[in-house]
């Protein structure tokens, strides 16, 4: 048996392609990851609740908290088949159940910042109607935090109400998201910058509410040959008084 052992120039050039195939697989990993992202980093979500008491059920009100205050929020919410693929009709989630934290806090009487972090506390994927090869959806997951100011143009001052808000009001709410949500269970999109324009009337606990958004990617996304961009909402909101 005749052993060959490494010259210097062999062990020079294992030298030189170490970093060289170190660099090779950081950038392979990183065209797989942008893969994964552009097949499942689409944010199905639709519900957005209130920040606070003063809002609707999924449509923001115009009142601030006052200066100085805040509102701690945890709301939750299930939705049935959120990610429907058709045709055929093929059912990627069928349940979600989610939890909204948010943290606003008041600025003066007409101005209000709020931190809203989104959560997946279940969803019942179905992984096999996915052609990714990304494997199972994740059962539970973190979504992309978002940032909001809101400015209440129109309306009493914070600073003068006393218990709750009366009459009509107008706010402008800017939201920008951060992408740091899990992308493979449908709960992470890209950064977002949203603009919405709020409207509502309080009388004796009684309230409607409308709002209208623009919301701009600032990647866009493509999932089930079906390409993700720029957004434009709109919403109605009813309040009764319940003693």
Same mark, same amino acid.
Do not use: C
């Given at each position: ?71 701690? !929020? ?16 093929? !059912? ?5 159940? !989610?939890?909204?934290?948010?943290? &606003? ?27 990714? %090869? ?40 800017? !939201?920008?998201?951060?992408?740091? %949500? ?48 720029? &957004? ?12």
């Amino acid at each position: 048996m005749i052993e060959r052992f490494p010259s210097r120039r062999d062990r020079a050039f294992r030298r030189r392609a170490s970093p060289f195939g170190a660099l090779v697989v950081a950038v392979t990993f990183a065209a797989i990851d942008a893969r994964v992202a552009a097949q499942r980093g689409i944010d199905v979500e639709r519900f957005r609740p209130a920040l606070d008491a003063e809002g609707f059920l999924g449509l923001q009100g115009t009142a601030t908290p006052g200066p100085g205050r805040a509102v701690l !929020t945890l709301a939750t919410s299930w939705s049935h088949r959120p990610l429907l693929l058709t045709p055929p009709p093929l !059912t990627v989630i069928a349940h979600r159940v !989610t939890a909204d934290l948010s943290l &606003e806090v008041g600025v003066g009487g007409r101005w209000a910042l709020a931190l809203d972090l989104p959560i997946v506390a279940y969803q019942r994927a179905f992984s096999q109607a996915l052609d990714d %090869g990304l494997g199972v959806v994740p059962a539970n997951a973190v979504g992309d935090p978002r940032l909001s100011v809101r400015w209440r143009m129109l309306g009493e001052d914070a600073r003068i109400l006393r218990e709750r808000p009366e009459g009509p009001g107008i706010a402008l709410q800017a !939201t920008t998201s951060v992408p740091a %949500g899990e992308e493979r269970a449908f709960a992470g999109d890209s950064a977002a910058a949203e603009l919405r324009l709020l409207a509502d009337f309080h009388l004796f606990g009684a309230g409607a509410g409308v709002g209208v958004g623009w919301r701009h990617r600032f990647e866009t996304r493509a999932f089930a040959g079906v390409r993700f961009g720029d &957004e434009i909402d709109a919403a109605i909101a009813l309040k009764l008084p319940i003693p």
